[in-house]
């Protein structure tokens, strides 16, 4: 595996070009590409405002000519709420890539898992190529599945697990009428494969135990992207063993 891009110490500036809402609470931004800047896809750049950091994954390709973030507007979040107010012609800074969250090539079948926004880093992947994998994105409502579309249309299959409850509200039937800790329990052929997650600490921590007593000789990636016992979104790494270099991971 080549080693992950290093980070530039001082900030980057660039420019806001333009901005669209997915969802009624998430948004994609877009910016300027420094030049000489690289990535790979699963990392991160950390945005500074206000003396204030936040770190947000990029969803673009490595070689798009853009850089692209999609952020969860907190309406308490000092970033977001810059970000999601913030004209066209702006200029921003920061610092990155960040992260080593990555797909790992291998001979095992593939699922990536994903709750809320945690779904952003395989959006990347797809763009840089990376297919063959089955998506289990889980959310709290219909209307935040808004990628499902675009992997549907890369030819990856897209499980929705959702609360039936809010498909009933919304008049829409749930292939799945629960968690994405649910599904793989109940639904996912027993056997060796690649997880990646990216998502809530709560849901990683819960997969890894699904996985420890079903999937015997699998492999664990993950990233977290909300912990509640911190209350915010940000990068961070279960606390658990890890082997390997790359992602977290884990094989048993």
């Given at each position: 595996?080549?080693?992950?891009?290093?980070?530039?110490?001082?900030?980057?500036?660039?420019?806001?070009?333009?901005?669209?809402?997915?969802?009624e609470h998430v948004f994609e931004i877009t910016l300027t590409r420094p030049e000489g800047f690289s990535f790979r896809a699963g990392q991160s750049i950390r945005v500074r405002c206000m003396e204030t950091e936040r770190a947000y994954c990029?969803?673009?390709?490595?070689?798009?000519?853009?850089?692209?973030?999609?952020?969860?507007?907190?309406?308490?979040?000092?970033?977001?709420?810059?970000?999601?107010?913030?004209?066209?012609?702006?200029?921003?800074?920061?610092?990155?890539?960040?992260?080593?969250?990555?797909?790992?090539?291998?001979?095992?079948?593939?699922?990536?898992?994903?709750?809320?926004?945690?779904?952003?880093?395989?959006?990347?992947?797809?763009?840089?190529?990376?297919?063959?994998?089955?998506?289990?994105?889980?959310?709290?409502?219909?209307?935040?599945?808004?990628?499902?579309?675009?992997?549907?249309?890369?030819?990856?299959?897209?499980?929705?697990?959702?609360?039936?409850?809010?498909?009933?509200?919304?008049?829409?039937?749930?292939?799945?009428?629960?968690?994405?800790?649910?599904?793989?329990?109940?639904?996912?052929?027993?056997?060796?494969?690649?997880?990646?997650?990216?998502?809530?600490?709560?849901?990683?921590?819960?997969?890894?135990?699904?996985?420890?007593?079903?999937?015997?000789?699998?492999?664990?990636?993950?990233?977290?992207?909300?912990?509640?016992?911190?209350?915010?979104?940000?990068?961070?790494?279960?606390?658990?063993?890890?082997?390997?270099?790359?992602?977290?991971?884990?094989?048993?």
């Amino acid at each position: 595996m080549s080693s992950m891009h290093p980070i530039r110490r001082e900030p980057h500036h660039v420019e806001v070009t333009g901005r669209r809402w997915i969802s009624e609470h998430v948004f994609e931004i877009t910016l300027t590409r420094p030049e000489g800047f690289s990535f790979r896809a699963g990392q991160s750049i950390r945005v500074r405002c206000m003396e204030t950091e936040r770190a947000y994954c990029l969803v673009s390709s490595p070689e798009d000519p853009f850089l692209a973030l999609c952020i969860l507007h907190l309406p308490q979040g000092k970033v977001s709420s810059y970000l999601a107010a913030i004209e066209p012609g702006s200029v921003i800074e920061f610092t990155g890539p960040h992260g080593d969250f990555a797909f790992i090539p291998s001979t095992r079948e593939k699922v990536f898992v994903a709750t809320g926004i945690g779904i952003v880093p395989f959006v990347s992947m797809v763009r840089s190529g990376v297919r063959d994998f089955m998506m289990v994105h889980g959310v709290s409502s219909p209307q935040e599945l808004y990628y499902e579309d675009f992997f549907e249309k890369n030819g990856v299959k897209f499980v929705q697990c959702v609360p039936q409850a809010s498909f009933q509200e919304g008049g829409k039937q749930s292939p799945f009428p629960g968690s994405v800790t649910d599904y793989l329990a109940r639904e996912l052929p027993r056997g060796e494969y690649d997880f990646y997650l990216s998502g809530d600490e709560a849901m990683v921590l819960d997969v890894y135990s699904v996985v420890d007593d079903l999937f015997l000789g699998s492999r664990v990636y993950s990233e977290i992207f909300f912990s509640r016992s911190m209350g915010q979104w940000q990068n961070r790494k279960p606390p658990v063993a890890a082997e390997g270099s790359g992602p977290t991971g884990r094989v048993r």
